[in-house]
Every structure is written in structure tokens, then in C-alpha cells.
């Protein structure tokens, strides 16, 4: 009778063992899978910000082809590929991403923004036109700057760039991208007070700087601006505003320029002495 009554127990008591180990290497198991997802979150994030562009484009290339359809994954391919500047095939990437279920209007932005690098402009305006104008980002509006650049039609260009730089803390790029639209219409002081305003965002925006001289310039503004500059860089500004005046037939300002460029320069300035000896040669002829 007592054996009876243990038998029992003891099939209880294996059964609860059975079942407290599986329940333990469940929950294991489960943490694990965690950890795993975060560490290949962060191993993600390493490759699309820290590894070499090619590196970045391999790593998720294997990725993507052993767990297809992981919307992370495709994501990672299309952003590495526009890091290793290769437009065309990030194209072909980002659209299988926005045919994704899961894929957001985000994604349509970076769409466009690779149509764009491959100079595909007429999709990519089709493509951010037919995004919902509710979805206000910096990114969508400096895309739709730019299209409106290519079409040349300047207020809207206006518009959007102006909204771009209110939806970001970091707006340099913008009033860069925007004083180079106004630039190339010949706008030429509207050039400058925004060249201007993206060096007060960023002080050590070598292209901002080249842009502010080549925009003073073009005004006959032939001195340097007072913004911060290396030697280095002095000797490089003084070479594009020397070249300004020259193509502007102030040709003794250039020259007096391109000397003074070579002499500010700390090494030897060879494209700078390359420019003043095609100069004088041709005077000379």
C-alpha cells in the first residue's frame, strides 16, 4: 500500500523536475535569443556607421540571404550600398525594402534620395510626390529642395530649404546646398548671407568657405572674409578668389592673388604656382 502511494509521488516529482528543467532551458534559450538579437543590433550598427563601406556592403549582402525578408537586414544592404557609392545597386535594394509590408515612409525618402545620387530626378520627384505631405522630416523636405532645384523652380526650392534647416539642429548642409542654388542663379549676395550662415553652424566647413569666397567673388569682393581658416586653408582661398578675378579679366588682381596664395601656403603650392605660371605665359605669348 505505502509503495502504492509512492510510486505515484515519485512519477509526480519527475514529471515536475522534467518540466522545471524544460521551463529553465526555455527561459534560457529565450535569453539568449535576446542577447543574440542585441548584439547583432549593435554589430549592425557598427557596420552601417564605424566598417569600411565594401566591408559594411558584404556583411549584410550574407545577412540578407540567410534570413530573407528581415526588414532590418534590407535596410542595412540599401544604407551600405549608398555608403559604398554605388546608387544603382542601392536602388534596386531600396525597392525591395518599400515592397516590404513592413516598410515606412522613410524608407520611400531614402528611395528618392538614391534616385537622386544616380540622377534619376523625374522618379525621384514622382516618388516624394506620392509620399504623404503629413510625413514632415529634414530629410524629405532638403530631397524636395533639391528636385526643385533641377526643375528650377526657385520659390518652392526656397521653401523647402528653409523648412529643412527649421526641422534640424545641425543646418549647415542646408544653407550650404541653398546658397550653391542661389549661387548658381546668379544671386550672388543671397549666396553669400547664407554661405555665411552655414559657417555660423559650422565654422569648419571647408566647402562653405570655398563657396562664401567664390560668392564674394563673383561681386568683385576680392579680399577674404573675416571667418576662421587655417594657413592651409587661407592659401587655398586665396587660389579660388584669384581664380575668380582671373575668369572675371582682373587679371592683375589674380595674379597679385595667386602670389599671395603661394606665399601663405606652409608647403609647396603647386597648383597654385601651376596657375600663376599658365598666367604669365599666356601674357607673355
Not at 34 to 61: G, I, R, W
Not at 160 to 184: D, H, I, M, Q, R
Amino acid at each position: 500500500m505505502r509503495q502504492s502511494i509512492m510510486m505515484p509521488l515519485s512519477l509526480v516529482a519527475l514529471v515536475v523536475l522534467s518540466a522545471c528543467e524544460k521551463s529553465g532551458e526555455a527561459q534560457v534559450e529565450r535569453a539568449l535569443k535576446d542577447l543574440n538579437v542585441v548584439d547583432e543590433s549593435n554589430l549592425n550598427d557598427v557596420m552601417l556607421t564605424v566598417s569600411a563601406p565594401d566591408e559594411a556592403v558584404k556583411y549584410f549582402t550574407g545577412a540578407v540571404s540567410n534570413d530573407p525578408g528581415r526588414i532590418d537586414l534590407m535596410r542595412g544592404l540599401a544604407k551600405s550600398l549608398i555608403r559604398a557609392k554605388r546608387p544603382v545597386d542601392a536602388i534596386t535594394a531600396w525597392e525591395a525594402v518599400i515592397a516590404h509590408e513592413a516598410s515606412t515612409h522613410d524608407d520611400e525618402v531614402e528611395f528618392a534620395d538614391a534616385l537622386i545620387r544616380s540622377n534619376e530626378w523625374d522618379r525621384a520627384s514622382e516618388t516624394l510626390t506620392a509620399i504623404p505631405p503629413t510625413h514632415e522630416t529634414y530629410k524629405r523636405y532638403r530631397l524636395e529642395a533639391m528636385v526643385a532645384d533641377s526643375k528650377e523652380q526657385w520659390e518652392k526650392a526656397d521653401s523647402f530649404y528653409e523648412t529643412a534647416a527649421g526641422l534640424t539642429t545641425t543646418p549647415a548642409s542646408v544653407y550650404n546646398n541653398w546658397g550653391y542654388s542661389k549661387l548658381t542663379r546668379g544671386d550672388f549676395s543671397g549666396a553669400e548671407r547664407l554661405f555665411s550662415d552655414a559657417l555660423r553652424h559650422n565654422s569648419g566647413m571647408f566647402t562653405a568657405k570655398n563657396n562664401l569666397v567664390l560668392a564674394r567673388g563673383a561681386q568683385r569682393k576680392y579680399d577674404l572674409p573675416v571667418i576662421q581658416m587655417t594657413q592651409v586653408e587661407r592659401a587655398q582661398l586665396l587660389h579660388t578668389v584669384a581664380l575668380t578675378a582671373i575668369k572675371q579679366n582682373d587679371i592683375s588682381t589674380g595674379k597679385g592673388l595667386l602670389r599671395e596664395a603661394i606665399d601663405t601656403h606652409p608647403q609647396h603650392f603647386e597648383d597654385a604656382v601651376r596657375s600663376l605660371r599658365a598666367l604669365e605665359d599666356n601674357v607673355t605669348n
